[in-house]
């Protein structure tokens, strides 16, 4: 490079200034790495681009910067002239007007740069001592009677905080420890609220909280001393500051982190028409139950009284004096002379029914018989014979003559009449002529 402007060269090399430019700026960006540069923001532009346009000066000297807007788009914060930030750069030029500038990559507020540097700092101090441990956290109290409220009496915190325990649960105590949440004194103030609340023990839970704000506004709950001495607190102790964004110390070290103070008092308290409801399910169960218990022990009551009464001697002698009229019955029943009398009276029955069988049934025979000399009758002989005729009959073998034939060859005749007998003499052997009797 020293060779460039030196008088003994034979040839001078000659630059455009784009050249020129382009060196300086190779030059520079090879030289100088990626640095941190603080200042305050003046002659700030943000044109449609989407670009920051601005310069960083102190009290002697100032320097364009450019943020192109893929960066810009990351920022937390809205730059504005008199805002003293913290860059992170690439030291370069502006070829087109060859002027120095510093192209930003990263920007942040120069106060709050440094308390989060403090912040992570501390965070990983007390970190490593143990005090955020997952098992040094205590339970909260299921159902607390007393709630002790850390915060600025006056604040929108507190009154988010009481009106939603008052619609909750509002049969929770809750007492407000009134502290500064902000600036120089609010440490302190809350240290010692933190400790004479854990000697005093009147309450069952702490609420350390207060409203949103800056890193700044918040600072007093990053300070080593309140993380200290909320771990220290003989009371669990919960903590809700800033919003659902916001992280502080306190937060790590509490027991209990909740997003927002409104948070911290749904989570500290049940809810009260919750459990009004259980508790009405369960007097209406409980009700059932007694009534059912008491209907069974009614039950009990008169089989007691009912087997009482049964045992009473009375009773008993009762039931013993109709046993024994029973079993006297019985033996009476079974005495000899009695199944004697019992036997005759069942034997003089049987006879009468005997008897009476017989008679019943000489009626049926006689009656047969009636009807059989009636259709005997009907068909004998000796009822023809009443009509006029007359049977004739051999003496000698009592046989009926049917013929002529063997009328011939009897010796002696008879003919029965209907009111008895003639003797009959044959004289002729014509089958015309009629036999003569004896009296012819």
């Excluded at 060859?98 to 912040?119: D, K, T």
């Amino acid at each position: 490079m020293s060779e460039l402007f030196s008088d003994a060269a034979p040839e001078r090399e000659i630059f455009s200034p784009s050249q020129l430019v382009r060196l300086a700026r190779d030059l520079l960006e090879d030289t100088f790495p990626l640095i941190w540069v603080e200042g305050e923001i003046s002659n700030f532009s943000r044109p449609a681009s989407g670009h920051l346009y601005f310069s960083l000066k102190d009290a002697q000297a100032q320097i364009r910067c450019a943020m192109f807007k893929n960066r810009a788009m990351l920022l937390r914060f809205r730059p504005a002239d008199g805002t003293r930030v913290l860059a992170r750069v690439r030291v370069s030029l502006y070829e087109a007007r060859g002027e120095f500038q510093l192209i930003v990559e990263h920007l942040e507020e120069a106060g709050e740069g440094a308390l989060l540097r403090a912040f992570e700092q501390l965070k990983a101090k007390l970190a490593a001592e143990g005090l955020f441990d997952t098992a040094k956290k205590r339970a909260l109290p299921k159902l607390p009677r007393r709630i002790g409220v850390i915060t600025s009496a006056t604040g929108a915190a507190v009154r988010d905080v009481l009106s939603v325990l008052s619609r909750r649960f509002p049969l929770v105590d809750v007492e407000v420890i009134p502290v500064p949440v902000q600036g120089k004194e609010a440490p302190p103030a809350i240290v010692t609220a933190l400790n004479a609340a854990s000697a005093a023990r009147r309450h069952d839970v702490l609420l350390l909280t207060r409203g949103g704000g800056s890193l700044e506004d918040l600072w007093a709950f990053n300070d080593e001393g309140v993380a200290r001495a909320i771990r220290a607190s003989a009371i669990p102790v919960v903590s809700a500051v800033g919003h659902e964004v916001d992280f502080t110390i306190a937060d790590f070290a509490a027991d209990l982190r909740a997003p927002t103070p409104s948070a911290a008092a749904e989570i500290l308290v049940p809810d009260g028409a919750a459990i009004l409801r259980n508790l009405q399910r369960e007097e209406a169960r409980l009700e059932t139950l007694m009534l059912r218990r008491l209907q069974n022990a009614a039950q009990r009551l008169d089989h007691a009284w009912t087997h009482l009464r049964a045992q009473h001697p009375r009773a008993r002698l009762q039931r013993g004096g109709e046993r024994l009229a029973h079993l006297r019955a019985r033996l009476q029943a079974q005495h000899p002379l009695i199944r004697l009398a019992r036997r005759g009276e069942q034997l003089a029955a049987l006879t009468q029914r005997l008897h009476a069988a017989i008679d019943r049934r000489l009626d049926r025979r006689k009656q047969h018989l009636v009807e059989l000399a009636r259709t005997l009758n009907a068909v004998s002989p000796l009822a023809t014979l009443q009509r006029g005729y007359a049977i004739l009959l051999d003496r000698d073998s009592g046989e009926v003559l049917r013929s002529v034939a063997v009328a011939a060859k009897s010796a002696h005749l008879i003919a029965r009449l209907a009111d008895g007998e003639i003797g009959l003499r044959q004289e002729a052997k014509s089958r015309t002529q009629k036999p003569k009797t004896d009296h012819e």
